[in-house]
């Protein structure tokens, strides 16, 4: 006889596609009451990721991004974070909800970014969701496409 666990995750479906420093509410966004304390999280200024999953910057592709900030540590590489991102809500919530879309769900970076490409060839590029207390279209100086 089998059992089946249910985890009981947040469902983030049926509202906005939240970023993970909404979801997990870690203040480390630029302008994040965290951010000088603990620094500004990669995945907020990870520009490559943009559109990811619905996201703004990596911020619905957090997993995949060294540095950024979970239980309250810095996370290493992709290799050394993934099995505890695995059991993240956030991450789990986002396969939920994207599983079922068009481009469906990546768990790694080449994936996320031949979606990314897919989309924009199709024309149905991302949209950028614009981040509390950021200017829209501001991106940072040190990473390409920024002010010069």
Known sequence: MSVLIERKVPSITNKAKLNCWEY???????????????????????????????????GRACWVVAGSLCGGKIQGTY?????????????????????????GFSHTRLGMVRSLE???AEGSEPKEQPVPGEMPG?????????PA
């Open 24 to 58: 997990k509410k870690c203040g480390r966004q630029p302008g994040g009451h965290k951010a000088s304390e603990l620094g500004i999280c990669p995945a907020t200024i990870d520009h490559g990721l943009d559109g990811t999953h619905g996201g703004k910057n990596a």
């Open 79 to 103: 290799a050394r974070k993934l099995l505890n991102c695995w059991r993240c809500e956030f991450m789990i919530a986002v396969k939920l909800e994207e599983d079922d879309m068009p481009f």
């Open 118 to 120: 897919k989309q924009r």
């Open 138 to 146: 501001l991106r940072h100086p040190h990473r390409e496409g920024g």
